[in-house]
């Protein structure tokens, strides 16, 4: 039984309350010291009698007597009758407090001669009547603390185990110049282990499960646990338009995390995204940030991480066979040989599975004997009668490739020519990763897993994974990617990893729950400090709209990450590409283009107030940026209504690069929240993309093509139409024209098609031509990564 609690992480604690004869050290040893209530175990002992006072939990009983006594310094303290552990953590305390203690039992001959010396007693165990009152020098002050006297002090236990203040160990940077490459400076650092960070920042052993060193997924118990904790201070850092090569969102979002934890000893966690694996072997690189201001280890982070984008890609891909399985087999069987297959006589019985049973109440038949059913309701319950050229669900694949754009599949004679064309999109484009980034729990994960909606049947009704019958199957395979990973920055601070959708084909935002977990570990004068994809028009606005509408959770603050090599491209400087040298206007000062190409971070700020958020503008430095250039954009974005402005070094300084940044952020938190929504969830879809189109992007109109005018009907008719919208656009542009810099105006948004993710909770309308599969280019990335077959160490990932 002791084994069993022990091990049940519903069990916080143990307390135990036996006759004093069976406090035995193996009694006392069995329960686990992290669960040891009355801090009575060997190992906490030990502990604090070496001096580890935070790693310890000190016995309620010995922390209610020091409570009661006050200024110990050359006091006599006499213990009588508090043998075992908790006279010896007393005497441990009282000692650390300078006083002098002896200890003695009721029946010592010498114990009327201390009692008489005494300026303190201790009285551990019932007093016996031959021991008279008199013995004690009056002015005494006396303490008991026998056991009947010590069931309330549990109390405290219970609310220190609710929060606990971080006693976190910063690592230190050992800064180099010229700044090495991404790779070697994560090599360079010795991370802490996994295990130790969750016990710095308050996690109980039973909450965390390690994956090898560095990496560690976290229960969703915690939130049990810390429900009445209040949340700590909720922060944004999202973008101005940015060159094809990034601007440095994630590294301001470290950077910050470092200057806030490891020099101003604030708590605080940044919530990331986890990379695909398309851009990491592509163009792009990889998405730990950059610099000395990353989580590490890189290579770790930038791979396989825990798994769940393949656990993404497992589910995403059982339900796409699902599909084209049931179409098969329904149009190659009578409605009678389909229903014996799937409600089949097993060891001479029949019945309907779980999720069959919730299909028949869906359709209103109300029976649960299988032989029951009229040839009318097996007809019903059999046949979902999927329209192929309806099939909204692709198959996905982590990786960029562009041949399965546009597939054919059944092209084997098996599948008796049922050939349809279909296409995979990129793993991180699924609405199972929607869903993992806004779901709020185990339960709310399965019902939004099983109201994807994957096509309709031929009446134009929506087919659901839940009709198909592998919801539970498709909850299985994500029970463990619904747990957010633990890893750490270069400067020992912690970070999560959750959740990767893109934020120009998907919503851009890591996980609600990694944010909601954090929030309750930092504690109200503690920071979490989030990432939106791409510029602020296309993450930030889908963080409000969407992530906020689905958590609750309302930000402080708004970090707006600007470069000046952006804000020249904005200007009209010439054509930024990934891989060619960058012109010389981006290398040498030209005070012109950056004064031309502010009007795009003037409009993103405008955007964040649309908002009503308070926004800092971070300037992410690099090293051809000029004085005067730095302070031109501080001046600009200041005079434009950013709260502060602030250059930042954190690439080459690590958090002490961002410590100006992160005094900026902590005043602007407390300034005045007036955080709203754009629009209203009860608008008609169309009105609801006219606002995005028109307030944050500055079209002039939209257009519909006929394709998503009669989508949009479709959706509205089947009562999809109160969702939040979810804009599929180039993050290249304001506009949908990724050529068109600075602030595009005058211009009408097309939108070719408008598609339903009813699991993940919106309508998402595609502008223009969006891909969602990315291709490899000529050169990619995968030309510079190698492995060393002696050391196992991986080379060229950036």
């Not at 940077?173 to 996994?194: H, N, T």
């Not at 090898?212 to 209040?230: C, I, M, N, Y």
């Not at 904005?570 to 012109?583: S, Y």
């Not at 008719?717 to 656009?729: H, V, W």
Request: net charge neutral.
């Amino acid at each position: 039984l002791e084994s069993e609690l022990n091990e049940d992480p519903n069990v916080q604690g143990l307390a135990l309350d036996l006759p004093e004869s069976l406090y035995s050290s193996k009694v006392l040893n069995a329960v686990k010291p992290e669960k040891d209530v009355d801090g009575l175990s060997d190992v906490n002992l030990g502990r604090l009698v070496r001096g580890d006072a935070y790693d310890c939990l000190v016995p309620p009983t010995v922390c209610a007597v020091m409570e009661l006594l006050e200024d110990l310094g050359g006091k006599n303290v006499l213990l009588v009758g508090a043998s075992g552990t908790v006279g010896a953590a007393l005497q441990c305390m009282l000692q650390r407090e300078g006083a002098t203690t002896l200890s003695c039992r009721w029946k010592a001959p010498e114990l009327q001669t201390k009692l008489n010396h005494a300026d303190v007693v201790i009285v551990g165990s019932t007093k016996p009547d031959d021991v008279p009152v008199s013995w004690i020098k009056p002015g005494t002050t006396i303490i008991s603390c026998s056991r009947d006297l010590v069931s309330g002090k549990r109390q405290r236990w219970i609310q220190s185990q609710q929060y606990r203040k971080w006693d976190l160990r910063c690592l230190k940077l050992q800064l180099l110049s010229p700044v090495p490459s991404d790779i070697e400076i994560s090599r360079a650092q010795s991370p802490k282990a996994v295990d130790v960070l969750a016990k710095e920042i308050g996690l109980l052993t039973d909450e965390v499960e390690i994956y090898g060193q560095t990496k560690a997924k976290v229960r969703l118990s915690l939130l049990e646990r810390l429900k009445d904790q209040p949340d700590g201070k909720y922060v944004l850092v999202a973008g101005i338009t940015p060159t094809p090569l990034g601007e440095g969102k994630s590294t301001v979002t470290i950077g910050l995390v470092q200057a806030l934890t490891a020099h101003l000893n604030i708590n605080s966690f940044a919530c990331l995204r986890q990379p695909s694996q398309g851009p990491t072997f592509g163009v792009k690189g990889g998405a730990a940030g950059g610099g000395y201001a990353q989580v590490i280890p890189m290579e770790e982070f930038n791979l396989h991480l825990t798994g769940d984008i393949h656990a993404i890609t497992a589910a995403n891909n059982l339900l796409a066979a699902a599909i084209d399985a049931r179409i098969l087999h329904e149009n190659t069987q009578s409605d009678k040989a389909l229903y014996n297959r799937l409600v089949p006589v097993v060891n001479g019985v029949r019945g309907f599975s779980a999720i069959q049973l919730a299909r028949l109440r869906r359709l209103g038949i109300s029976k649960t004997d299988p032989g029951t059913l009229t040839e009318e309701e097996i007809n019903k319950f059999a046949r979902l009668d999927i329209d192929p050229s309806t099939i909204t669900w692709q198959r996905v694949v982590d990786t960029n490739d562009r041949f399965l754009r546009k597939i054919t599949v059944g092209q084997a004679n098996t599948e008796k020519g049922f050939v349809r064309q279909a296409q995979f999109d990129i793993a991180v484009a699924s609405e199972i990763m929607a869903i993992l980034a806004l779901t709020t729990s185990l339960q709310d994960m399965k019902e939004r897993l099983g109201k994807m909606v994957v096509a309709n049947d031929k009446k134009g009704e929506p087919i659901t994974a839940e009709d198909l019958g592998v919801t539970g199957a498709l909850a299985v395979l994500m029970k463990d990617a619904i747990k957010p990973t633990l890893m750490q920055t270069l400067e020992g601070t912690p970070v999560f990893v959750h959740a990767g959708p893109f934020a120009n084909i998907a919503h851009g935002n890591s996980s609600v729950l990694a944010d909601k977990i954090a929030l309750k570990l930092v504690g109200e004068k503690g920071f979490v400090v989030t990432e939106a994809g791409f510029g602020a028009d296309i993450g930030m606005e889908k963080f409000f709209n969407i992530k906020c509408r689905a958590s609750g959770l309302v930000p402080s603050v708004v970090v707006l990450v600007a470069t000046v090599r952006a804000l020249k491209m904005h200007g009209g400087g010439p054509n930024v590409t990934a891989g060619a040298p960058l012109k010389k206007e981006y290398t040498e000062e030209n005070l012109q283009l950056v004064a031309d190409g502010c009007c795009n971070l003037q409009k993103q700020i405008q955007i964040t107030q649309l908002f009503g958020v308070p926004v800092v503008v971070a300037l992410n430095v690099f090293k051809t940026d000029s004085p005067a250039e730095i302070d031109l954009v501080c001046k600009i974005a200041k005079q434009s209504g950013a709260f502060d402005a602030v250059p930042c070094n954190h690439w080459s300084a690590g958090g002490r690069g961002a410590v100006k940044l992160a005094q900026a952020v902590e005043r602007a938190a407390n300034q005045k929240n007036n955080f709203k929504y754009l629009y209203s969830l009860e608008l008609p879809i169309v009105e609801k993309i006219r606002i995005i189109a028109q307030k944050v992007y500055g079209a002039q109109d939209i257009e519909l093509s006929p394709t998503a005018q009669s989508q949009v009907d479709r959706y509205t008719r089947q009562g999809f139409g109160n969702l939040p919208i979810c804009m599929a656009k180039t993050h290249l542009s304001l506009s949908h024209q990724p050529e068109r810099k600075g602030v595009p105006t005058g211009f009408i948004l097309p939108i070719s098609d408008v598609r339903a993710s009813i699991g993940a909770g919106f309508i998402y309308p595609l502008v223009g031509t969006m891909s969602t599969m990315p291709g490899l280019p000529t050169r990619p990335c995968f030309y510079d990564i190698d492995l060393d077959p002696i050391t196992e160490q991986v080379k060229g990932l950036f």
